[in-house]
């Protein structure tokens, strides 16, 4: 017996006390000594490796090397201490006791990784969106799919860990209780595979103008998650729609129409068809002080005057005959005019068109594109154009068929009581 182990035989401590005592000590040492390590290395760590990013050109170091990546780093060196001292500071415990304490260690050291690699992920995720041919891409429903498939992996691992099973034991094990696993998470994988279709064959992205009229929505793609899609309508309202939806049912995008660098006009206006005449020299003489008519009507004259002669037909005679009519000169003058617009799109489909008559009269269609896809300037466009179509058309000795109003009844009753 040593002079200590005296000592303590007088004081009333007993051995094993103090070999209890012991463990303790060292344990509390090495978990200070762990998270000491954490902390110097986490400021060291950071401000070694923000002062050499900052030194390159490069934008992605600064994302792959930030904070929360270099955070989840040292977040590893705990477990790691931890997994390498505690055996030699519990070296007199029981091995049962030893065998659980180092599987919460390993644990540990798993669930630091998976940290790690999750922020990993969602750096890559951060660079890879600032891309400008892969901005608009649904990659947010890919990182979250590879959160999920990340997180289900380190849920076995953990399990496996725990009660020192083997992971394939286990998966083996799930795969009986599959179809309820499939019922709980059916949103999750339909929507895994619906994102995937989407942005494999490139339906959508953010960005793009939808209209899904089935769920109300009609407006701009703000995000694409791994199970919704967000549409800002033109209202400003929000509306989130399954992306199996977009998948299995139809929608339009409207990207097609900005990438074309046109967007459509198509309006028509009704003309009385009893205002419709033959031109006579009066009417082409008057027409041909129009600048937009001039040539159109000198070479229509030509064509008309050749074909009647050749035809041995009367210039004056309107059966059988080739005579320009006012609705004819009207119709070459929207073109003209259409023609001569720097805001309508001239490498796109521009007519002007009558339509099948009907009982309001004959529509006359403006079919053509503007050379601003935006909202407002195509219908800043549209408005002008119908303004003038409207505004010029009594020089043409026609008249736009309407239905009669208020004032006209009036006038009519007026008629006939003076009558």
């Not at 008559?357 to 119908?386: C, H, K």
Request: aromatic letters at 10%; proline letters at 4%.
């Amino acid at each position: 017996m040593t002079h200590i182990d005296s000592w303590l035989e007088m004081l009333g401590i007993s051995t094993e006390w103090v070999g209890w005592l012991d463990q303790f000590v060292a344990v509390a040492l090495v978990l200070l000594l762990a998270f000491v390590a954490r902390f110097v290395c986490e400021k060291l760590l950071l401000n070694v490796v923000t002062r050499l990013i900052r030194k390159t050109k490069a934008s992605w170091d600064d994302i792959i090397f930030g904070d929360e990546v270099l955070k989840c780093f040292c977040k590893l060196i705990p477990p790691f201490i931890l997994t390498n001292l505690l055996p030699v500071a519990l070296a007199k415990i029981s091995s049962g006791w030893m065998t659980f304490i180092m599987h919460l260690c390993d644990i540990y050291l798993l669930i630091a990784l998976l940290y790690l690699v999750n922020a990993l992920m969602k750096a890559i995720y951060a660079v890879y969106s600032e891309k400008e041919h892969l901005r608009n891409r649904p990659l947010k429903g890919l990182l979250q799919t590879g959160q999920v498939i990340l997180w289900f992996v380190g849920v076995i691992l953990v399990i496996a860990i725990l009660f020192d099973k083997k992971p394939l034991s286990l998966l083996a094990g799930l795969s009986a209780s599959a179809a309820i696993l499939m019922l709980v998470f059916k949103d999750s994988i339909m929507g895994v595979v619906s994102g995937v279709q989407l942005s494999a064959n490139d339906m959508l992205k953010v960005g793009d103008w939808i209209s899904v009229p089935k769920c109300g929505a009609d407006g701009t793609v703000i995000e694409v998650t791994l199970n919704t899609v967000k549409v800002q309508n033109w209202d400003k309202t929000i509306v989130t729609i399954p992306p199996y939806l977009l998948v299995s049912d139809s929608f339009q995008n409207w990207r097609g129409m900005s990438d074309s660098g046109g967007r459509r006009i198509k309006r028509s206006v009704n003309i009385d068809m009893t205002s419709v005449r033959f031109c006579t020299p009066e009417m082409l003489e008057k027409y041909r002080k129009i600048q937009l008519l001039k040539d159109y009507i000198e070479e229509t004259e030509r064509v008309i005057s050749k074909y009647n002669a050749e035809n041995d037909i009367d210039n004056s005679i309107l059966v059988n005959g080739c005579r320009q009519t006012n609705l004819g000169v009207f119709r070459a003058y929207l073109t003209a005019y259409l023609r001569n617009m720097p805001r309508v799109n001239q490498d796109m489909t521009l007519m002007v068109r009558q339509l099948q008559p009907t009982d309001r009269g004959i529509p006359m269609e403006l079919y053509f594109f503007s050379a601003d896809t935006r909202w407002i300037p195509t219908e800043n466009l549209q408005g002008d154009v119908f303004d003038h179509l409207l505004a010029i058309i009594p020089e043409f000795d026609l008249r736009v068929f309407q239905s009669p109003s208020g004032a006209d009844l009036q006038g009519v009753e007026k008629v006939v009581y003076n009558d």
